[in-house]
């Protein structure tokens, strides 16, 4: 999440960080807005609502729920360098899961879902 943070901030862009606690402190000082939500992981799920495309990278189980409640809201997950998921039966190949080797090619694929 640094990275990103970092990333967007060094391209110009607003960072909003959505922290799962209820101290300011813990955003990333690349943030220019903070949510501290005191929800804990709860707040995965307030993350993926918040967008229309989800951009997954790498990841613990963190992010494996986010891809999960994401796909669960009708949200499409770019998956960087993130859980290669399988399927059985309708979910098979891991529908609305979209693969993606760089960070050009995530966000290429993310806003062609737009």
């Not at 110009?12 to 943030?31: F, H, I, Q, R, Y």
């Not at 309708?90 to 993606?100: K, W």
């Amino acid at each position: 999440m640094a990275a990103v943070a970092r990333g967007a901030a060094a391209a110009g862009g607003e960072v909003v960080g959505v922290l799962p606690g209820s101290d300011l402190g813990e955003a990333n000082s690349d943030c220019t807005h903070v949510v501290a939500t005191g929800i804990g992981q709860a707040r995965n799920l307030a993350v993926v609502g918040s967008g229309e495309v989800v951009i997954a990278i790498g990841g613990e189980w963190g992010t494996l729920s986010e891809i999960g409640h994401a796909r669960s809201l009708g949200r499409t997950v770019v998956a960087l360098r993130s859980w290669g998921l399988v399927g059985s039966d309708r979910m098979e190949g891991a529908p609305g899961v979209i693969q993606a080797e760089t960070a050009e090619e995530a966000v290429t694929l993310a806003l062609a879902e737009l």
